[in-house]
């Protein structure tokens, strides 16, 4: 990929893409402004890596970026925009702040690249599948421990109509329009990905978002959890290895890519509801997890999977890290950096 500027470089999923791509030997520019818990630690696990003149680091907010950023763009190779307020209800509390972190900011981003007067890199936007809202017109049933659906095996396609439900649904669901349009009006080589639940080492995960995350550190640490719901509610889970290299191949597949979306996530083999996951944590933790339930949150969805057959068919993407290994090296990783995790709580 050359050189890539990573937006929210410092966060999970940035931290994690720009740890695999010093790895490949490649320059990474992390662009972050490191007001998220645990980006600093983030941070200075890239800044101990043994990758001397790769690494570039700008402290900054993508609702205002600093005059720099222009040169940086004009450098790069690519650039992957992970940067944003990333839960529902942060959106419902401050809508505000919600929409100038992810509609203004990406906006700003996508300037900077229109404008540019050197390289004009590939963007590559992390979007979310809360721009398909609730879904409620479609038919689902129940058992004893997950939601089903009853017409769609395969998941949620790409051509299923956006419904923006929350802020969040809202500044995601513009960003996500206007990176796919810029590539369709000005010519930029764009591609969405319309992520579903990213879990994996390094993430920080709290109460109301990076809920596998939440689960396997607070299962840990013996922090109460608390389920909004009945916790049959079902999510395909994505191994963040298995979304760099989604990424990854998609940048190389760009003739192909640009201007397009997907859906990216664990697909139906991957597919678990949040008591499938306190099942296998007690297996783990050798007892039962204790949890106690609240009411459903606003805009939650009872089951989202997604439908990956396009990644597959235009660059020859799978998930390879069945969930049960992924959250147990999770796990591992967890048991690892208990203190560095308690000092968070």
Known sequence: MGTTLITGGAGFTGANFAHSLLERGERVIVFDNLSRPGSGLNLEWLQGLDTPGQLEVIVGDVRRPPPELGRIVEESDALLHFAAQVAVTTSVADPRDDFETNALGTLNMLELVRHSRGKRPVVCYSSTNKVYGGMEDLAT??????????????????????????????????????????????????????????????????????????????????????????????????????????????????????????????????????????????????????????????????????????????FDWRPQTDWREGVGRLWAWVHDHRDMLASLV
Do not use: M
Not at 284 to 311: E, H, N
């Open 141 to 314: 049933e129940a058992d004893e421990s997950r939601y089903r659906y009853l017409d769609l095996p395969l998941g949620i396609p790409e051509e299923r109509n956006l419904d923006f439900h929350s802020p969040y649904g809202c500044s995601k669901g513009a960003a996500d329009q206007y990176v796919r349009d810029y590539a369709r009006i000005y010519g930029l080589e764009t591609i969405v990905f319309r992520q579903s639940c990213i879990y994996g080492q390094r993430q920080f995960g709290v109460e109301d978002q990076g809920w596998v995350a939440w689960f396997v550190i607070a299962t840990q640490l013996g922090q109460p959890i608390t389920i909004f719901g009945d916790g049959k509610q079902v999510r395909d889970i994505l191994f963040v290895e298995d979304l760099v290299s989604c990424y990854v191949e998609a940048v190389e597949a760009r003739e192909t890519c640009s201007g397009r979306v997907y859906n990216i996530g664990g697909g139906p083999e991957n597919a678990i509801s949040l008591l499938d996951l306190l099942g296998y944590l007690g297996e783990k933790l050798g007892r039962p997890v204790p949890v106690t339930f609240g009411d459903w949150r606003l805009g939650d969805q009872p089951i989202y999977v997604s439908d990956i057959r396009r990644a597959a068919v235009d």
